[in-house]
């Protein structure tokens, strides 16, 4: 059984700073792509950032130059970090992992239970 755990949401003023984290446990043969989605009350989801098993990132337009997504392969743990939050980055932020599980061929996508950033005015 594999689990996506994750922490650091909140409300904060505009302005200030946040940092999620994700940790995957159980069972995991590798990780491959880590990420973040968000998804505001009324709003698609949203990929916000992506980092590969080597470090490549991306990032959606609106939050580069204050988000970074971050990895530590040891602790299969991805982070985000965000500053200059606004109230419009106020949303629900999932991460996600592709991994590989034993005996399963192929990846799949596991997801974190989900947490609340709430950016006031």
């Known amino acids: 059984q594999v689990q996506l755990l994750e922490s650091g949401g909140g409300l904060v003023q505009a302005g200030g700073s946040l940092r999620l984290s994700c940790a995957a446990s159980?069972?995991?043969?590798?990780?491959?792509?880590m990420g973040w989605y968000h998804q505001a009350p009324g709003k698609q989801r949203e990929l916000v950032a992506a980092i590969s098993s080597g470090g490549a990132t991306n990032y959606v337009t609106s939050v580069k130059g204050r988000f970074t997504i971050s990895r530590d392969n040891a602790k299969n743990t991805v982070y985000l970090q965000m500053n200059s939050l606004k109230p419009e980055d106020t949303a629900v932020y999932s991460c996600?992992?592709?991994?590989?599980?034993?005996?399963?061929?192929?990846?799949?996508?596991?997801w974190g239970q989900g947490t609340q950033v709430t950016v006031s005015s």
């Open positions: 159980g069972s995991i043969v590798s990780i491959y792509d």
């Open positions: 996600y992992a592709d991994l590989r599980i034993p005996v399963v061929p192929g990846t799949s996508r596991y």
